[in-house]
C-alpha cells in the first residue's frame, strides 16, 4: 500500500520539470514518462523501507518466539506478521483475533483494485482520445491546454472509461478500509512495543508511509503489558501531584503514614522510577537521556 503513497513524493518535484508543451504527442509523451519516473521512484523507495521493516519485523518475532520470520520480507505478508506480533486486537469492545490476516487481505484487494485502475489510465492515455482547450487565466493571457473526451473513445471501449470512474471510487473505499485495519493492527503492536506513545507510532505506519523505519527503531524493544503500563503511569502522576497521598513517598502503594513510619524507625522508602520496566517510557529529566544514562528516543538509529 505504501508504494501507491510513495508516488506522490517525487511528484512534488517533477511538476517544475515537466511545463506544457504546444503538441498533444509531447504532451502525451511527457505524461508516460512522468508517470514511468513517479512509479520508479516510488519502487525504489519501497523497497529500501520493505527491508527496513522486514529486518525489524523479523528481530521482534525471534525475540517473541514467533515462527517464520522470514515473512516480514514479503509485501503484504509483513501486515500478516505485524497482527501476529499484536496478538488479539480490540476494535471498540469487540476483539479480533486475526486482525493482521483480516488486513492483509484488505490490502491485496486495495492493490490489485489499484494496479487495474492505474492500468486503464496508462491504455486511455492516448492523443487520439485528447482534444485542445484553450482558456484565458486572470491576467487575460491565454492558455492552450489539453483535456480527455469521452467521446472520442470508440464504443467499444467506452466500457474502459466507466470502470476507471467506479473503480477510482472502489479504490478509495478499499483504503479506507485498510486503514482501518491498519489501525487495529498497529496501535495493538505498539501497544506493546512502544506503549510511550503509541498514538504516534501508529501515525507514522498507517497515515504516512513510514511503516518500515518506524518498526525498524522498535525492534528491540521488550513487550510489556500496556493496562499494567498507564496504571503505573497514574500510579506516578498521582504521586507527583500529592506526594503524601496512597502513592506517596511512602512504600510503594502504602500512605502517609506508612512513610512515616519508616523515617520514625529510620528505613529508608524505596526509590527508583516504576516505568524503568518498560520499554519506550519516559525516565529522563528532559534531556531525553534516561536514568541509566542512554536515549530513549526510538529513532537512534536514525541520528
Not at 96 to 110: H, P, S
Not at 219 to 235: D, F, G, H, I, S
Not at 245 to 253: A, M, Q, R, S
Request: negative net charge; glycine residues 10%; proline residues 5%.
Amino acid at each position: 500500500m505504501e508504494f501507491f503513497d510513495l508516488t506522490g513524493i517525487p511528484q512534488i518535484f517533477l511538476e517544475f520539470f515537466f511545463p506544457a508543451t504546444g503538441s498533444l504527442e509531447e504532451y502525451i509523451s511527457l505524461s508516460r514518462l512522468y508517470n514511468y519516473i513517479c512509479m520508479g521512484v516510488a519502487g525504489g523507495l519501497y523497497l529500501i523501507l520493505l527491508i527496513l521493516g522486514g529486518i525489524g519485523l523479523s528481530t521482534m518475532a525471534r525475540r517473541a518466539g514467533v515462527k517464520h520470520g522470514w515473512i516480514s520480507f514479503l509485501p503484504f505478508g509483513n501486515t500478516y506478521m505485524a497482527g501476529k506480533l499484536a496478538g488479539e486486537t480490540n476494535f471498540f469492545g469487540q476483539k479480533i483475533k486475526r486482525a493482521g490476516l483480516y488486513a492483509m487481505i484488505a490490502e491485496i484487494v486495495y492493490v490489485v483494485m489499484q494496479v487495474m485502475v492505474t492500468v486503464i489510465n496508462f491504455m486511455l492515455m492516448q492523443p487520439e482520445y485528447y482534444q485542445e482547450i484553450s482558456y484565458t487565466d486572470r491576467t487575460g493571457a491565454l492558455i492552450n491546454d489539453y483535456s480527455f473526451s469521452v467521446n472520442a473513445v470508440p464504443e467499444n471501449l467506452r466500457w474502459l472509461v466507466d470502470f476507471n470512474t467506479y473503480g477510482s471510487i472502489v479504490v478509495y473505499l478499499l483504503m479506507f478500509l485498510v486503514l482501518v485495519f491498519f489501525c487495529i493492527v498497529f496501535m495493538a503492536l505498539f501497544r506493546k512495543y512502544y506503549a510511550r506513545s503509541p498514538f504516534l507510532m501508529t501515525f507514522l505506519c498507517t497515515i504516512l508511509p513510514f511503516r518500515g523505519i518506524t518498526l525498524f527503531a522498535v525492534r528491540n524493544n521488550t513487550p510489556v503489558q500496556y493496562e499494567e503500563y498507564m496504571r503505573k503511569r497514574a500510579e506516578e502522576y498521582a504521586r507527583r501531584m500529592n506526594p503524601y497521598g496512597p502513592y506517596g513517598p511512602g512504600t510503594g502503594g502504602s500512605s502517609w503514614n506508612g512513610g512515616a513510619n519508616n523515617a520514625n524507625t529510620g528505613s529508608s522508602a524505596p526509590s527508583g522510577d516504576p516505568f524503568n520496566e518498560f520499554p519506550g517510557s519516559d525516565t529522563s529529566d528532559g534531556s531525553g537521556t534516561d536514568s541509566s544514562g542512554g536515549n530513549d528516543s526510538p529513532f537512534d538509529d536514525f541520528s
